[in-house]
């Protein structure tokens, strides 16, 4: 039986967070929201010429998505978002009143490239990679699973692990 919570589903660009969320909220039957829909209309720019964001980009865009899953505490959500550091990690968890856990896709840099040379039409530059994993802090409390199986498989060992 599923707990009502917040999930955050986060790790770096191109390692399934929209997939995997958007199954995760199926099986789950509670809403999804895909974190990039939620940026500032400057920092999709500013990806998408290549530059990663800096702390300061993020903060409000944090924000809004904590907002998101304070509104959604009563019925549980998926929200995706890369949550690369622990202090973004912090600001995402504000006053959820410890209902809520991340989920950490986790692969390696080569696999993770490989996907993203696949991928079209995307607003984050596959060169933009490297800097994920430079700033990536690998979160302690996270309930992480690796990406190199089937999504239907990532997303039933999520389910056994909740």
């Known amino acids: 039986m599923f707990k009502k919570q917040i999930l955050f589903v986060m790790g770096v660009s ?5 997939t995997i969320g958007k199954l995760l909220a199926d099986k789950l039957n509670i809403p999804f929201f895909d974190g990039d829909s939620f ?5 999709v720019k500013k990806m998408s010429e290549g530059h990663p964001l800096n702390d300061d980009d993020r903060q409000g865009w944090l ?3 904590n907002e998101v899953g304070i509104e959604n505490l009563s019925t549980g959500a998926v929200i995706v978002c890369s949550a690369l550091k622990q202090k ?4 995402l968890g ?6 809520h856990q991340f989920i950490y896709l986790e692969g390696s840099f080569e696999l993770i490239d490989a996907r993203l040379n696949k991928r079209k039409n995307h607003y984050m530059p596959k060169g933009l990679l490297k800097s994920q994993f430079e700033i990536l802090e690998t979160p302690i409390e996270a309930l992480s ?6 999504p239907d498989e990532i997303v039933n060992e999520i389910l056994e692990k909740l």
């Open 63 to 65: 924000e809004r998505l």
């Open 145 to 150: 699973v690796s990406i190199d199986q089937s």
């Open 39 to 43: 940026h500032a209309e400057a920092n």
């Open 94 to 99: 504000h006053n959820l009143e410890n209902k």
């Open 14 to 18: 191109g390692s399934g967070k929209s």
């Open 88 to 91: 973004y990690r912090t600001t």
